[in-house]
């Protein structure tokens, strides 16, 4: 069954120091995952996805298909990087895409 | 502005009492999808369409039912509120389009049933 967990529901660090945010996923095809970021008093909204490798907000992710893992790295975390962060994955229910998500995991970056 | 609406924001209501949460896009999208969420949990499908007059139930069993006459309006109701039915409701919409596809959240609805 496909299913995404996020272990950390809140995560604290200090400003400047690393974070990484866990995410672990179950799923039986080749998946698509993505990170999706929700400020405070904004809406849920895309942060990154895993296939276009590239780094938001100086945030990563790679995808680990052997820990079938895809943490959210940043080498030194901001104040303004203080949300909810969900991790979903995109796979195939019939002819149709669907997103799972995880719990999420709130960051609080302290000054 | 091309965006992706749902009203009311936040609605305290009754129970027995029907209710009907707003979402509209003007994105232009064909999938659309509502999603329950409650606090610390993960967000569950419970209806999505591919277009117009396409409804489907997602994973989470609902008593909501939704509607697809437009390509732009995916309404959720409920017929008799109840208090189990508390919760976040998210509307979010996408292209259709395969390679690129990913999901564009509107700012959800707070649903409080007294």
């Known amino acids: 069954a496909q299913r995404v967990t996020q272990p950390e529901k809140l995560l604290s660090v200090f400003k400047g120091a690393p974070v990484e945010l866990k995410c672990n996923y179950s799923y039986s095809g080749s998946p698509e995952l993505f990170w999706y970021v929700q400020y405070s008093r904004q809406r849920l909204q895309l942060l990154l996805r895993h296939i276009s490798r590239e780094s938001i907000k100086g945030f990563t992710a790679d995808l680990n298909k052997g820990e079938t893992s895809f943490h959210l790295k940043k080498p030194f975390a901001q104040e303004e990087d203080s949300a909810m962060y969900y991790c979903a994955l995109k796979g195939r229910l019939g002819n149709f895409n669907k997103f799972y998500f995880g719990s999420g995991t709130k960051l609080n970056v302290k000054p | 502005e091309a965006d992706i609406y749902q009203t009311p924001r936040y609605l305290v209501i009754g129970t027995g009492k029907k209710i009907t949460l707003e979402c509209s896009q003007t994105m232009g999208h064909d999938k659309m999808y509502w999603y329950q969420q409650d606090p610390g949990m993960e967000l569950h499908l419970i209806h999505y369409?591919?277009?117009?007059?396409?409804?489907e139930k997602g994973d989470l069993s609902s008593e909501s039912t939704v509607s697809r006459i437009r390509t732009e309006h995916f309404p959720l109701t409920l017929e008799s509120a109840r208090p189990s039915h508390t919760s976040q409701y998210l509307c979010?919409?996408?292209?259709?389009?395969?390679?690129?596809?990913?999901?564009?959240f509107g700012s959800g609805t707070q649903l409080s049933v007294l």
């Open positions: 979010a919409s996408s292209p259709m389009t395969g390679g690129n596809e990913k999901l564009f």
């Open positions: 369409s591919y277009g117009v007059n396409s409804t």
